[in-house]
Each structure stands twice: as C-alpha cells, then as structure tokens.
C-alpha cells in the first residue's frame, strides 16, 4: 500500500504554491471581467504608456471606499466588486496621480497570466499626498448604502506593500529582467 502512494507525482512546495496562485489569478481575471461588462466601455481605459494597466472611471472608483489607518491604507470592497478583488493576489500598490494595485505575472501550464495593474481615481491631492506615506494596501470588505460605508468587515490578509516609482517604468523593468532571464536560460 505504502509502494503505491509514494509512485503519485512529486510536485514541490514552491510549485504548488504558483499553481495555487494562478488558480486564484485565472479566476479573479475572469471575474474582473464579467465585473467591467456591466459598464460602458469607456469606463475602463488603457494606460496610455502601458496597455496592462488599466484605469477605471471616477464611476467605477467611487465604488470603492478609501480609509488610512497608520501606514495603511484599507480599500474597502462592496460585495459586488468582492468577487474579484477580495480573491485577486495583489503583490503591491503605487500611488502618484492614482492609487494603483498590480498584479504580476504568473505562470500556468505552458502559458503565463500577464500582469494586470489597476488605477483607482482619486479625487484629491490632499487624500493621494496622505496614500503616498502608507506603506501597506489591505482589502477590507465593507457595506455601503446611499453612497455612506454602514458596515465594515475584517481586512483580508495582511496586505501587500507599497512601492515608490511609477508602476509603468517597473513593469518595463521587469519584461527587461524577463527577457534577460530567458536569453541566460538558453545557454544551461
């Protein structure tokens, strides 16, 4: 009985860990996209310099509620946009003229799931100033009723960084670092 346990796949921790992740990807992807079909489309725009980033409307942002608690700044959810952003693996936010949250990309099968980073209009100079301090992004689902927060839940995890710089001049640092490491990997 032992002899034929030990015959099933070998698969690694670290493997299982980006299959678990991609998984989460693939489904919040796709989810996020069911979510934007329920708006005009120029609600969401690309970036004009970097087409993996997305920009929402000031209509789609204001679904979204905004707290800074210390260094951090809780994003709150309603149950509507939940499905796919309390589930995405967000690896880090950015905040100059939007607070942006990026995803990065992940390998599944023999393809990846591209980057995918999405811009939150903020309204006020004052409020991005005081996000540019924060130093953590943490989900909070919340209830709203008659554009007022009535209920907020436990924030999700805890949280992902905030990185200084322009999210677009690093996700061309990071195809750079891609296309070096794929050009380094032909000659092993």
């Not at 015959?7 to 489904?27: H, N, Y």
């Not at 640092?173 to 092993?188: M, V, Y």
Request: glycine share 6%; no cysteine; charged share 25%.
């Amino acid at each position: 009985m032992s002899a034929q346990k030990d015959q099933g796949p070998k698969v690694s921790p670290e493997d299982l860990a980006r299959v678990e992740r991609a998984s989460r990807q693939f489904v919040s992807y796709t989810n996020f996209i069911r979510w934007a079909t329920n708006f005009r489309a120029d609600e969401i725009r690309a970036h004009p310099k970097h087409k993996a980033v997305k920009l929402l409307s000031p209509m789609q942002s204001g679904r979204f509620s905004f707290a800074i608690e210390g260094d951090t700044i809780l994003l709150g959810t309603q149950e509507f946009e939940g499905v796919w952003m309390n589930t995405m693996p967000w690896d880090s936010g950015y905040v100059s003229d939007r607070l942006y949250l990026s995803v990065d990309s992940t390998k599944i099968m023999d393809a990846s799931l591209h980057a995918l980073v999405l811009g939150f209009f903020i309204d006020d100079e004052a409020k991005r100033t005081r996000m540019r301090n924060a130093k953590y992004v943490q989900i909070v689902p919340v209830t709203a009723e008659d554009g007022r927060v009535v209920d907020v839940k436990r924030a999700l995890g805890l949280g992902f960084p905030i990185r200084s710089g322009d999210v677009v001049n690093d996700l061309r640092a990071q195809a750079q670092e891609r296309i070096r490491g794929q050009d380094a990997a032909k000659w092993f």
